[in-house]
């Protein structure tokens, strides 16, 4: 293989010539180079076709042998001219070497073919005519030269313009050696070798661009006839790309160490390159060495072996190998690699062994210490504690794992093996695993990854890993290897570690006591957020501060020295006085801890309490200790104490005033002894059901509302008492008794209860009066407004709008009545809603602008820029009292302007104070009767009363719904110049959105409702109603809206109906015999299935919220009152029949 790559890389020809005939049985690529020919045809032509006919006579390759077996020389050399296949001259140089068997035979020729240049072709032909000459040279791709014997060129061939761009004219006259690389010429005159005689010579030529090309030169020279030298001819090849290429092979060998040898295994003479003795370290002086010589420098160890292995090859006439060692004579140790190819001859005697050698020290080093690297990494492996394991990159599938993996996860090695490492790790950190394993893939060094690995019992360890991809030598990845430490004890410590520095963290963030410490020098090192509170300045003013700067003068040298106590180890209980900011004095208890790390006190841990007001406390405490016995003295209570076994231990003056006994009479005496303690109706207790006994034995409180004591002269009290145990920290010291005559307090609850009967007497006379009233004011109202509807008159409309008049305020001053009889009973209960106040706003005005209109007043509302948005109260009472107001303004104003303004007082973390102001330019108010303004049933004038009428009660009613809502109203009025009403509530909002304009109005979104024929779409409507008046109000309503209905007389009739007819809305009256509304319905709901179920709507002439609220949790959908109006029928319709255009599109409710 060697030999082979020797061949074919020559620069010179080479060929391989049979003896008997001449014909070449193997040529190099050079040679076919050289000659121009494919080598396929070299093997056709025989010796006459490729010489020149103008060479000398072609001797036969016999006659070579013949005059080299006389001479006995390996070689013989000769010149002859070679046609080209082009055509042209080729003068080439040719050495022949016999391969001789070991008879002494000849086995074949080895031929060496080296050009020699043209000018030995200009000697030959010298005598040819000039013109054929010139012909030959101008056509030639060779640079062709004459020049005198001191160098000045005579003659340049057109060629050196096409190689090196310089013309013949700039040449000619010019010495040559200006053209020679400057150490190729000065190396040529030092040696005095400007040409050679023959032979040729290796030469670098300038360029006209300035750059240099290696060309070969031969040289060839013309004497005259006395033998001096007259011209020198040259001929020069471009051969620049061969060079770089041998260069490079030359590079390329160096660098891996790799050099050639020759072994004449007849004369035991050793050929080497120069490669070669740079790898013995040049111990070979020469090229030519002898096989001793190369023996003495094999490592005696190794010579064995080599020359085992030589004589094998010897004798069997096959390529060898071995790997050796030698010794320099430094005594340096270097590894070789050796191949040879053995060359035998006919009678398979070895005659010439050719080889090459590498210095492979590098690489035996590095093997071996990869062999040391692998059995100390298995020994590591194996006895590590860590879990190291070798994994695929495709699926991280384990490739190898250390023993330590049934240590760690209870798994032999070969159970994980071949398995998806993925499959075992918890699926919260497959993730991380797989991010972790991806930063390494794009070069990065994560932080080793975390993760659990689940054990071979069911549970999970922590693993902490750290892991590497492995390259092979082409640079693609390999492997990954991963070493992995079992960190579950650790985890677990680092967790409670967490758990205990976050619980400190609480403790010292969280506490309500203020924290803080102090280094050696007494400077503040941490506080917590309420030692800032406490000494009311930041974290950045008291870090790094001393604590003296913030002791009271007073309270230095005692905190100092308990300060000096602490850092000696003796922990510190004491009182101090701080100096906040502004200047307060703040009584403080202070515990201070010393901070030990390392045996070494390295700080003070502190905690304060500030005691201020404790301290206050306590002498309030001491003040009052000491006004206690006044105060026992003095309540009209009786008290009196005893020890366990029943002995008056204390007894205050009430309790002997109400006993007829002195405290000496008392004192230290069995109480049971003194006085006598029956039930109330005078039977004695026994001594089991005694509540003054059972107390003291069982130690709980007894309570009695009535009993009897009987006092020292023989008569009773009546009292209601109290025993309490008296414990003294976890131990029953006895009990105190508090008791109270009630002898008279009978009579009162007596009196209280008739009062209270009487109340609720009212309250049903009222609701049964309100119901009574409602019903045929439904009817009035109801068909008031259906005769409105039809052609009527001027007269008989006067008359219809002065009853509609009449009907409204009739029932305005009975809602008054209701509303004034519920504040005074207490039962007026307030919601609490969002409300959005611009709309609130907006629909009172509303209601009064027709009002206004007709009066030519101008009606005007405004609010303060940056007020709530939405606000929490009770909606309906805001707007009565707006409603109240705003109607009395425009009562009492025939000219000018009622303005309502809204501005904000007050704001508080989600409150706020908003005060309302409603004002006129009307008739006034004197000041000697605006305390009259807001009493029950009051009328300041009777002139006024006949002009303007109300019951009196409206202002009233204002006054105590907004005392009910927590605000108070006032007045501020002149006669003659109008008057402002104010009142300021205090409420809470939702939101940050304010009102930025005054006259802004929100639109409500209303539901778009469909409407077809009957106005809403088709309804089957059911009206339960006892009342005919009623029954018939409804038909009418529900007839101009485009509705017939059916009627039912009670709720057992609507019941039945309902089972019976699927009907979409019913009007449930409240009230009806048989069965009232509330049990109809939840029959109906009972009895129905959901998607059969009807609208239910009651009505009602009971107004309260209970009413409403008790109508919506019995499943009715809505509540209107009595007397109904023909709109709130119009808007039930409405949401009715949205109500089931949605349950049709499946939507809800």
Not at 447 to 472: C, D, F, M, T
Not at 540 to 545: H, P, T, V
Not at 944 to 952: A, F, H, Q, V
Request: with cysteine; aromatic share 8%.
């Amino acid at each position: 293989m060697i030999y082979e790559h020797i061949f074919h890389a020559a620069s010179m020809g080479i060929a391989v010539i049979e003896p008997e005939n001449g014909t070449w049985t193997q040529v190099n690529p050079a040679l076919c180079q050289l000659l121009g020919y494919e080598e396929s045809e070299l093997y056709t032509l025989r010796e006459e076709d490729l010489v020149h006919p103008a060479s000398p006579i072609a001797y036969p390759y016999t006659t070579i042998a013949s005059e080299a077996a006389v001479s006995r020389s390996h070689s013989y050399c000769t010149r002859r001219y070679y046609k080209h296949r082009l055509g042209h001259m080729l003068q080439i140089g040719v050495e022949v070497s016999t391969v001789w068997g070991t008879m002494g035979q000849t086995l074949y020729y080895i031929a060496q073919f080296q050009e020699i240049e043209p000018v030995s072709r200009h000697t030959y032909l010298s005598g040819v005519d000039k013109e054929i000459y010139r012909l030959i040279t101008e056509h030639a791709n060779d640079l062709v030269s004459y020049s005198t014997p001191d160098g000045i060129l005579r003659y340049v061939s057109d060629s050196f313009y096409n190689v090196l761009g310089y013309t013949p004219e700039e040449m000619i006259g010019q010495n040559r050696m200006q053209y020679y690389h400057a150490d190729d010429s000065q190396g040529m005159i030092a040696s005095g070798q400007r040409y050679l005689d023959q032979g040729m010579m290796t030469r670098r030529l300038k360029h006209k661009k300035g750059y240099y090309l290696w060309f070969e030169i031969s040289f060839q020279v013309v004497r005259d006839s006395e033998g001096k030298i007259t011209k020198v001819l040259g001929i020069g090849r471009n051969v620049n790309d061969r060079k770089k290429y041998e260069d490079s092979l030359r590079e390329a060998q160096r660098i891996a160490h790799i050099g050639s040898w020759d072994w004449d295994v007849y004369t035991n003479r050793v050929t080497v390159s120069r490669e070669t003795q740079e790898l013995f370290s040049y111990v070979f002086a020469d090229t030519e060495v002898s096989i001793e010589q190369v023996r003495d420098i094999v490592h005696p160890e190794d010579l064995p072996s080599l020359q085992a292995k030589l004589r094998q090859s010897m004798q069997t006439g096959s390529n060898g190998e071995d790997i050796f060692r030698i010794i320099l004579p430094c005594g340096v140790i270097r590894y070789l690699q050796s191949h040879w190819n053995v060359t035998i001859d006919h009678l398979s005697q070895p005659v010439q062994i050719i080889g090459m050698t590498q210095d492979i020290t590098n690489r035996i080093e590095m093997e071996e210490r990869l062999k040391q690297s692998e059995r100390q990494y298995r020994l590591i492996s194996e006895q590590s504690l860590d879990f190291i394991s070798r994994h695929s990159v495709e699926d991280a599938a384990y490739l190898y794992c250390s023993p330590a993996c049934y240590s760690i996860l209870g798994y032999q090695p070969e159970e994980l093996e071949g398995n998806n490492s993925l499959n075992y790790i918890h699926r919260e950190d497959i993730a991380a695993v797989q991010q972790y394993m991806s930063l390494h893939l794009v070069g990065e060094q994560p932080k080793p990854v975390i993760y659990r690995h689940r054990h071979k019992s069911g549970g999970y360890v922590w693993l902490e890993a750290s892991g590497r991809y492995i390259q092979n030598e082409d640079g693609q990845i390999k492997e990954m290897i991963s070493i992995a430490r079992d960190i579950t004890e650790r985890r677990q410590a680092s967790l409670l570690i967490q758990e205990s520095e976050q619980r400190y963290k609480s403790l010292f963030d969280y506490n309500p006591a203020s924290v803080f410490s102090f280094d050696t020098q007494g400077r503040y090192t941490t506080i917590n957020a309420q030692m800032e509170v406490l000494m009311g300045r930041s974290e950045d003013e008291l870090i790094g501060r001393s604590f003296e700067c913030f002791i009271a003068p007073e309270s230095i040298y005692d905190t100092a020295e308990h300060f000096e106590q602490a850092l000696r180890g003796k922990p510190q209980s004491y009182e101090s006085q701080v100096v906040v900011k502004g200047g307060e004095y703040r009584r403080i208890s202070v515990v201070n801890l010393p901070i030990v790390v390392d045996k070494q006190i390295v700080g003070v841990y502190g905690i304060a309490t500030d005691i201020t007001e404790m301290k206050r406390h306590v002498e309030q405490i001491e003040k009052l200790g000491n006004e206690y016995t006044l105060i026992l003295n003095s309540v009209s209570e009786g008290i009196f104490g005893l020890d366990n076994e029943g002995r008056t231990t204390f007894i205050n003056p009430a309790a002997t005033r109400m006993l007829g006994f002195s405290t000496r009479e008392l004192a230290g005496q069995l109480l049971l002894d003194m006085f006598q303690l029956t039930h109330a109706d005078g039977t004695t207790y026994t001594p089991e059901d005694n509540p003054i006994d059972q107390a003291l034995r069982e130690g709980t409180s007894y309570e009695e509302q009535e009993a009897i004591f009987l006092r020292k002269d023989g008569s009773s009290v009546l009292v209601s008492y109290r025993i309490t145990p008296i414990w003294d920290r976890g131990q029953r010291k006895g009990a105190v008794v508090v008791f109270n005559d009630i002898t008279n307090e009978k009579q009162i609850i007596r009196a209280k209860e008739l009062a209270e009967r009487a109340d609720r007497a009212k309250s049903e006379f009222l609701a049964i009066m309100s119901h009574e009233i409602r019903t045929p004011m439904n009817g009035i109202i109801g068909m008031t407004g259906l005769l409105a509807d039809t052609p009527l008159d001027e007269e008989q409309r006067s008359y219809i709008d002065i009853i509609r008049d009449s009907s409204d305020s009739l029932l305005h001053i009975l809602n008054e009545i209701l509303d004034f009889s519920r504040i005074e009973a207490g039962r007026m209960v307030l919601d609490h809603e969002p409300i959005q106040l611009n709309v609130l706003l907006d629909s009172v005005f509303d209601l009064f602008s027709a009002r206004a209109a007709e009066k030519k007043i101008e009606l005007n509302y405004q609010t303060e820029e940056r007020i709530p948005t939405t606000i929490i109260s009770d909606a309906s009472r805001m707007r009565q009292v707006l409603v109240n107001l705003i109607s009395n303004a425009i009562k009492f104003t025939d000219k000018g302007s009622v303005n309502l303004s809204v501005r904000e007082l007050e704001r508080r973390a989600n409150e706020c104070v908003l005060e309302f102001e409603v004002s006129d330019t009307g008739i006034g108010i004197s000041s000697d009767k605006q305390s009259l303004l807001f009493q029950s049933f009051s009328q300041l004038h009777p002139a006024i009363n006949r002009k303007y009428g109300g019951t009196g009660l409206g202002l009233a009613i204002c006054k105590k719904l907004i005392e009910l809502m927590g605000g108070t109203i006032s007045v501020d009025s002149e006669e003659g110049m109008g008057a402002t009403f104010r009142f300021v509530l205090p409420l809470q909002y939702i939101d940050e959105e304010y009102v930025t304009e005054s006259d802004d109005t929100v639109a409500v979104e209303q539901p778009v409702y469909a409407s077809t024929a009957g106005k809403y779409g088709p309804l089957r409507i059911l009206v339960a109603e006892d009342h005919p008046v009623n029954q018939k109000l409804m038909q009418e309503m529900l007839r101009k809206l485009g509705y017939q209905t059916d009627i039912a007389y009670n709720g057992r009739e609507a019941v039945v109906a309902a089972l019976t007819h699927p009907y979409d809305l019913i009007f449930m009256d409240i009230q009806m015999p048989e069965m009232d509304g509330i049990e109809a319905t939840d029959e109906i709901r009972n009895r129905l299935r959901q998607h059969e179920q009807p609208v239910i709507v009651a009505t009602t002439a009971f107004a309260r919220n209970e009413d409403r609220q008790m109508c919506l949790n019995a499943g009715m959908q809505d509540f209107i009152s009595k007397p109904i109006r023909l709109q709130e029928v119009d808007r039930i319709l409405k949401e009715c029949a949205y109500h089931l255009q949605q349950l049709d599109q499946g939507g809800l409710l």
